[in-house]
């Protein structure tokens, strides 16, 4: 999609950004709803954007780049004009992917990237533990135990793991990261598909 030019007319360059909302939207496979939570701007407002009924102001679009963790120029420009640097906050609520009360999960690695590798932070609280079904065929996980312990389980085979010990293990067959400690076991987990 090329990137819009400064004389291009408002209603080019709202095309441009309804076209690129519902492209982003559709590749992180966020419904407007989880679009609205992630951005703070209200579910309607994304629609009229996406629908190019709306206009919206330079605080919103920021919100919109914010919640896809790309800058401005990045948003509305050309996609392969990338930043150098992409920073993830630690309170980024677009990047907790689950939480409750034995399992957070959170995205590490950016959300607009292709998804051919994948960077978590896992905390297992006491007795918690993070089950998954089989990925696609060749995927594998990397994990690092920052604290704790940790018993990996991937096909039939199992292994406990203790605070700086790293493994790798198939991901294309049923697994699980189960703590296998009486305190937090904290992880660090890389998911690379083939």
Known sequence: MPAPSADLPPD????????????????????????????????????????????????????IAQAFSMSLGDLIGSPGAAATVTVIRKNDRAFHYRSDGNCRIRTLSPLNLEKDVEFYEVALGKEGALRSAAHFAGTREFITVVKGQLQVESAGEQDLLYAGDSATYRADVPHALVNAGRTETLVFLVVIYP
Request: hydrophobic content about 40%; glycine content about 10%.
């Open 12 to 63: 080019a360059v709202g095309r441009h950004l309804g076209l690129r909302l519902r492209q982003l939207r559709a590749d992180r496979g966020w419904s407007l709803e989880a679009m609205s939570g992630a951005s703070g701007v209200s579910r309607s407002m994304l629609s009229e954007i996406e629908r190019e009924q709306a206009n919206p102001t330079l605080a919103v679009t920021l919100r």
